[in-house]
């Protein structure tokens, strides 16, 4: 069973930056797509984005994109996600989670972590 633990959220002025990294407890590149939710109070989980086995491709919700970036480093098993010009609706709880194939759809991954909050105030 492979292990996601998340790191990076906090508390960031709307505007500011932060930078999510997401630790697997074993190599995931070219073995699974690794995709970024976030959840909200009372709001579904919903897809942030992701990118593919090779990370050769990444895909983004309309919301964030232009602003988040993902990208990996395959050597340490870790995929970041880089969001800049953060929005008080950007604040949420932020999940990463791997699949074999990659999808938009939560119910398609297999592993998720545990989560970190990320505020953004106005």
């Known amino acids: 069973q492979v292990q996601l633990v998340e790191s990076g959220g906090g508390l960031v002025q709307a505007g500011g930056s932060l930078r999510l990294s997401c630790v697997a407890s074993?190599?995931?590149?070219?073995?699974?797509?690794m995709g970024w939710f976030r959840q909200a109070p009372g709001k579904e989980r919903e897809f942030v984005g992701g990118?593919?086995?090779?990370?050769?491709?990444?895909a983004y919700a309309d919301s964030v994109k232009g602003r988040f970036t993902i990208f990996r480093d395959s050597a340490q098993n870790t995929v970041y996600l880089q969001m800049n010009s953060l929005k008080p609706e950007d604040t949420a709880v932020y999940y990463c989670?791997?699949?074999?194939?990659?999808?938009?759809?939560?119910?398609?991954?297999?592993?998720w972590g545990q989560g970190t909050q990320v505020t953004v105030s106005s």
């Open positions: 989670a791997i699949t074999s194939t990659f999808s938009t759809n939560p119910a398609a991954y297999d592993y």
């Open positions: 990118i593919s086995r090779s990370g050769g491709s990444t």
């Open positions: 074993e190599r995931t590149n070219s073995r699974y797509a």
